[in-house]
C-alpha cells in the first residue's frame, strides 16, 4: 500500500532553515509528480509546490516563491521541501502528496503523509 | 487563482440523515477538475471525488459529487458517524491549484 512519511519539522526562529523529507513506498516513486500541501493550525489547506516526477520542472505558491525549494531523490524515494527565510507565517503542519498525474502541477492529491508540523517563533 | 467557496460552513446533522455540501468556484473549473476531500481531527486530508463525479478507491457509495462549470456538489446519502469531519474541495483545472475553506459537518 501507498505510504507517505514526512520528517524533519520543528521549532524554528524567523529568518531559519528547515529541511523536510518525505519517504514514498508502495508504488513507483519516479513515475509521479509529488507536492507539498500545508495547513496552518485551525486553518484550510494551501497547495505549496510541486515537483515533476523527473525532476526537472517545479512550481511554487506565491507566497513561498524564492525562499522554498522543492527537490527529489528518485534513487531514494524521497522528497525535499528546503525552506529558508522562515517566516512566522509558514507555521503548519507540512503534507507530503502524492499528485495523480506524472508531469502536471494541476493534479488531485490521491494519497497524502501524516503530516510534519513546523513552527516558527522567536 | 480561482477562488473556491463553500457553503455553509458548518452543517449540523443526525447520522442517517442526507448531507449536500455546495462548492462555488469564482471562474468556471475547466473539465470539471474538482475533488473533493474529507479530514478528520488530527489526521491527513482523505481523497472522496475526483473528476467532480468519480469515487476514489474505496470511497463508499454513500459518497457522491455533481456539477461542472462553477458549481459543485458534494452530497452523502445517510450520514454515518464515521463521517462527521471537515470537507474541503479542490480545483486543479487551473494553476495553482487552489482549496475551498472547508465545510464542518457535526453531529445534531
Known amino acids: 500500500q501507498v505510504q507517505l512519511v514526512e520528517s524533519g519539522g520543528g521549532v524554528v526562529q524567523p529568518g531559519g532553515s528547515l529541511r523536510l523529507s518525505c519517504a514514498a513506498s508502495?508504488?513507483?516513486?519516479?513515475?509521479?509528480?509529488m507536492h507539498w500541501v500545508r495547513q496552518a493550525p485551525g486553518k484550510g489547506l494551501e497547495w505549496v509546490a510541486f515537483?515533476?516526477?523527473?525532476?526537472?520542472?517545479?512550481y511554487y505558491a506565491d507566497s513561498v516563491k524564492g525562499r522554498f525549494t522543492i527537490s527529489r531523490d528518485n534513487s531514494k524515494n524521497t522528497l525535499y521541501l528546503q525552506m529558508n527565510s522562515l517566516r512566522t507565517e509558514d507555521t503548519a503542519v507540512y503534507y507530503c502528496a502524492k499528485g495523480a498525474y506524472s508531469s502536471s502541477s494541476n493534479s488531485y492529491f490521491d494519497y497524502w503523509g501524516r503530516g510534519t508540523l513546523v513552527t516558527v517563533s522567536s | 487563482e480561482i477562488v473556491l467557496t463553500q457553503s455553509p460552513g458548518t452543517l449540523s446533522l443526525s447520522p442517517g440523515e442526507r448531507a449536500t455540501l455546495s462548492c462555488r468556484a469564482s471562474q468556471s473549473v475547466s473539465s470539471s477538475y474538482l475533488a473533493w476531500y474529507q479530514q478528520k481531527p488530527g489526521q491527513a486530508p482523505k481523497l472522496l471525488i475526483y473528476?467532480?463525479?468519480s469515487r476514489a478507491t474505496g470511497i463508499p457509495d454513500r459518497f457522491s459529487g455533481s456539477g461542472s462549470g462553477t458549481d459543485f456538489t458534494l452530497t452523502i446519502s445517510r450520514l454515518e458517524p464515521e463521517d462527521f469531519a471537515v470537507y474541503y474541495c479542490?480545483?486543479?483545472?487551473?494553476?495553482?491549484?487552489?482549496f475551498g475553506q472547508g465545510t464542518k459537518v457535526e453531529i445534531k
Open positions: 479542490q480545483q486543479y483545472g487551473s494553476s495553482p491549484p487552489t
Open positions: 473528476g467532480a463525479s
Open positions: 515537483i515533476r516526477h523527473d525532476g526537472s520542472n517545479k
Open positions: 508502495g508504488f513507483t516513486f519516479s513515475t509521479y509528480g
